[in-house]
T-cell receptor, first 110, second 113 residues
Framework: KNEVEQSPQNLTAQEGEFITINCSYS?????LHWLQQHPGGGIVSLFM?????KKHGRLIATINIQEKHSSLHITASHPRDSAVYIC????????????WGAGTKLIIKP | DAGVIQSPRHEVTEMGQEVTLRCKPI?????LFWYRQTMMRGLELLIY????????DSGMPEDRFSAKMPNASFSTLKIQPSEPRDSAVYFC???????????FGPGTRLTVT
């Protein structure tokens, strides 16, 4: 079993739908990262969080430390949100020992 | 800031040749990371530096791979000799310190024929 599991692996939705991507981890972590990789290949860090909730525009990330679970939500989804979303867990007392999830491929249809 | 800069963006080479990938981190960032991404294995950390010093190279696949960071603004990842199984996208990332997020470069797509 992978230490970081994401679901779903693939998600197709219509423009405007509320999107949720889940990430569960089985190890002790210091932080949980959400990243976005566009079809062109570039990787962008969206959030780094160790507790509670963070919001940036239409993106919201939450984490429940007790349940070892994090979610990434996209409100009012748009075709430009189509990308692979990756969660990664920081193991230990720093951010460099990242354990990567397999990614969720999101397609938003107009 | 221009972000993390990598060159070349694409590299096609023949098996047995030496390949050098280059990275310029964001100014002021003390940590630099080299990753490899393949369809089969996803993102893998190869090596990371702190203040130009290699800290953990346990992810370097074999002796054919080497990485250097001669100063705070430049790092190289070298593969010699290259093999077809080295074909992948290689990303460089940097972070301010070990408690902050990593910023990724655009990647170098390496194809070894």
């Amino acid at each position: 079993k992978n230490e970081v599991e994401q679901s779903p692996q693939n998600l197709t939705a219509q423009e405007g739908e509320f999107i949720t991507i889940n990430c569960s981890y089985s190890v002790g972590i210091s932080a949980l990262h959400w990243l976005q990789q566009h079809p062109g290949g570039g990787i962008v860090s969206l959030f780094m969080l160790s507790s509670g909730k963070k919001k940036h525009g239409r993106l919201i990330a939450t984490i429940n430390i007790q349940e070892k679970h994090s979610s990434l939500h996209i409100t009012a989804s748009h075709p430009r949100d189509s990308a692979v979303y990756i969660c990664a867990a920081s193991k230990g007392d720093s951010n460099y020992q990242l354990i990567w999830g397999a990614g969720t491929k999101l397609i938003i249809k107009p | 800031d221009a972000g993390v800069i990598q060159s070349p963006r694409h590299e096609v080479t023949e098996m047995g040749q030496e390949v050098t990938l280059r990275c310029k981190p964001i100014s002021g960032h003390d940590y630099l990371f080299w990753y490899r991404q393949t369809m089969m294995r996803g993102l893998e950390l190869l090596i990371y530096f702190n203040n130009n010093v290699p800290i953990d190279d346990s992810g370097m696949p074999e002796d054919r791979f080497s990485a250097k960071m001669p100063n705070a603004s430049f790092s190289t990842l070298k593969i010699q000799p290259s093999e077809p199984r080295d074909s992948a996208v290689y990303f460089c990332a940097s972070s301010r310190d070990r408690y902050h997020e990593q910023y990724f470069g655009p990647g170098t797509r390496l194809t070894v024929t």
